[in-house]
Antibody, heavy 115, light 106 residues
Framework: QLVQSGAEVKRPGASVRLSCKAS????????IHWVRQAPGQGLEWMGI????????LYAQQFQGRVTMTRDTSTGTVYMEVSRLRYEDTAIYHC??????????WGQGTMVTVSS | SYELTQPPSVSVSPGQTASITCSGD??????PSWYQQKPGQSPLLVIY???KRPSGIPERFSGSSSGNTATLTISGTQAMDEADYYC?????????FGGGTKLTVL
């Protein structure tokens, strides 16, 4: 499973760092993606990290504002979102890829951007 | 940019067959997958690589594709199948989701 960090409340302009810890399997064997879902909205892909070598690819709309990293010693991946806006209020999920699909999802982290 | 189009809603009577479509350029070549999401829960993979069903997913869920359209079919739909369903495909190394379809069982 993937276990994510707890809910966050941030001011506009701030940054938030979310974590996603792999449990029951070796993190470096599968790519991890981040997907967010604004309240009442659909799924939005944010990017991918290869935990084996740290390589990343970000969706165009998040380039320059999102950074994904990993710590292989703890089996954890991180995503930092900077310059938060009200519209970044969403549930953020990490998900594991296997056979070109997301077979395991984290429980999600609610991020609220509010002044 | 690549886009996937789903109908916003589909209704079905219990015991009948529900079909949810997803359209996109050459979708059948992009390893389409389908996810079920119930309120307050994370998405659950129900179909991957177009037609394959993960362990634990009931046989009433099936997937198919032809050209630019992928279809999720739920045979003998049950009340517990009421949920949002999302298709997903690959655009090179990036991922695209459809807008989601709300399945109502009534």
């Amino acid at each position: 499973q993937l276990v994510q960090s707890g809910a966050e409340v941030k001011r506009p302009g701030a940054s938030v760092r979310l974590s996603c810890k792999a449990s029951g399997y070796t993190l470096t064997r599968n790519h991890i993606h981040w997907v967010r879902q604004a309240p009442g909205q659909g799924l939005e892909w944010m990017g991918i990290i290869n935990p084996s070598d740290g390589g990343t690819l970000y969706a165009q709309q998040f380039q320059g504002r999102v950074t994904m990293t990993r710590d292989t010693s703890t089996g954890t991946v991180y995503m930092e979102v900077s310059r938060l806006r009200y519209e970044d209020t969403a549930i953020y999920h990490c998900a594991r890829v296997s056979f070109q699909a997301f077979d395991i999802w984290g429980q999600g982290t609610m991020v609220t951007v509010s002044s | 940019s690549y886009e996937l189009t789903q109908p916003p809603s589909v209704s079905v009577s219990p015991g009948q067959t529900a079909s949810i479509t997803c359209s996109g350029d050459k979708l059948g070549q992009r390893y389409p997958s389908w996810y079920q999401q119930k309120p307050g829960q994370s998405p659950l993979l129900v179909i991957y690589q177009d037609t394959k069903r993960p362990s634990g997913i009931p046989e009433r869920f099936s997937g198919s594709s032809s050209g630019n359209t992928a279809t999720l079919t739920i045979s003998g739909t049950q009340a517990m199948d009421e949920a949002d369903y999302y298709c997903q495909a690959w655009d090179s190394s990036a991922v695209v989701f459809g807008g989601g379809t709300k399945l109502t069982v009534l």
